[in-house]
């Protein structure tokens, strides 16, 4: 099975630019993302920026599960010859230790912006200075640690990379009588993604109830940096 598995990821490097795909699938997510916060903001009218953030993740993802599922199934179906593996084969095959090492460092920007949240929320509210420097600082970590979470979550090709695999296994097990266990294209997504999506949820909130609580008069993220930087009226 391991020996299949290598084959058929040989042959996806070799007839397509995984990384082309993935900025492609990354840049489409982004566009939808940026879709469903501008019908909140101007349709729905939604004021809360960490209701926003959280709702546009959310819808996003999805949206990204289902091109990355659309996206596999493409790319399996133009080579023709899958061969299936050992018909006698009978071992588990979780894939837990593939393609995994692109986002084993991405729990660390979870961490670091649960860390930020737990010393704001034990600052001592007569700190008047410290508290909204201390906002502004939180807002910056936020915000590059978020975009930082995205670009591994919908721009890496990994993701794209499990799904095929599993799609074509799918593909040879319902012409042939092999008795593998397999995960299936959507644990393989989650596993591989779940982690820079904890980070930039747990950001992208932050950043929204940050901007809420110290500037309830801005609606977006670029108003708030207009605000903060002197650009626009207080």
Same mark, same amino acid.
């Given at each position: 099975m391991r020996l299949w598995e290598t084959q058929v990821e040989r042959d996806l490097h070799r007839d397509h630019s995984l990384r082309t795909h993935g900025l492609l699938i990354g840049t489409f997510t982004l566009l939808l993302m940026w879709g469903v916060s501008a019908l909140q903001m101007h349709l729905l009218h939604v004021e809360s920026l960490a209701v926003r953030y959280l709702v546009t993740l959310g819808v996003g993802y999805v949206g990204y599960l289902c091109v990355l599922r659309w996206w596999a199934q493409r790319l399996v179906e133009r080579r023709t010859e899958i061969e299936a593996p050992d018909e006698d084969l009978d071992i588990r095959s979780d894939g837990s230790d593939d393609h995994g090492g692109a986002t084993d460092g991405t729990s660390a920007l979870s961490d670091v912006a649960s860390g930020a949240l737990d010393a704001a929320?034990? +600052? !001592?509210?007569?700190? /008047? /200075? =410290?508290v909204p420097v201390l &906002? /502004?600082?939180?807002?910056?970590?936020? =915000?590059?640690?978020?975009?930082?979470? %995205? =670009?591994l979550l919908y721009?890496? $090709? !990994?993701?794209? %990379? &499990? @799904?095929? /695999?599993e799609v074509a296994f799918s593909y040879v097990s319902a012409r042939a009588a092999v008795r593998v266990a397999r995960e299936? $294209? %959507?644990? &393989? +997504? @989650?596993r591989l993604t779940w982690k820079p999506l904890l980070g930039a949820v747990v950001c992208a909130v932050a950043l929204g109830a940050l901007i809420d609580h110290?500037? #309830?008069?801005?609606?977006? %993220? #670029?108003?708030? @940096?207009r605000v903060l930087t002197g650009k626009a009226p207080r």
């Open positions: 929320g034990s +600052a !001592d509210e007569g700190a /008047i /200075i =410290v &906002a /502004i600082f939180l807002l910056c970590v936020a =915000v590059v640690l978020g975009a930082g979470s %995205l =670009v721009f890496s $090709w !990994d993701a794209l %990379l &499990a @799904v095929a /695999i299936g $294209w %959507l644990m &393989a +997504a @989650v110290f500037m #309830p008069q801005v609606h977006s %993220l #670029p108003e708030a @940096v």
